[in-house]
């Protein structure tokens, strides 16, 4: 519990969390979306999130948000973990 606060408080952890979807592996990327899922649970988490994927979009060069993200949903039909998440 008070990891997840410290994740909370930071301004910059769930941004960073977030980035980490770039990573090859698909159980990393599985995990991360885990991550973010249960940060959307708690009040305020849903703008956390939203805002990371912004800072997401402007990193990565993406014309939308969510860009990457629905590429990896289009690509990684194979990988059943990642597409449960």
């Known amino acids: 519990k008070s ?4 994740v909370m408080n930071h301004p910059a952890c769930v941004n960073e969390i977030t980035l980490s979807l770039n990573n090859k592996n698909a ?12 940060v959307c649970l708690v009040r305020g988490g849903h703008d956390i ?4 994927f912004d ?3 402007e990193v990565c060069g993406e014309k939308n948000r969510f860009e990457k993200l629905m590429e990896y949903f289009r690509n990684e039909d194979t ?7």
């Open 3 to 6: 990891g997840f606060s410290l």
């Open 27 to 38: 159980r990393t990327k599985a995990l991360v979306l885990e991550l973010l899922a249960a």
């Open 49 to 52: 999130i939203l805002a990371a």
């Open 55 to 57: 800072n997401f979009k």
């Open 79 to 85: 990988n059943i973990d990642f597409m449960v998440s």
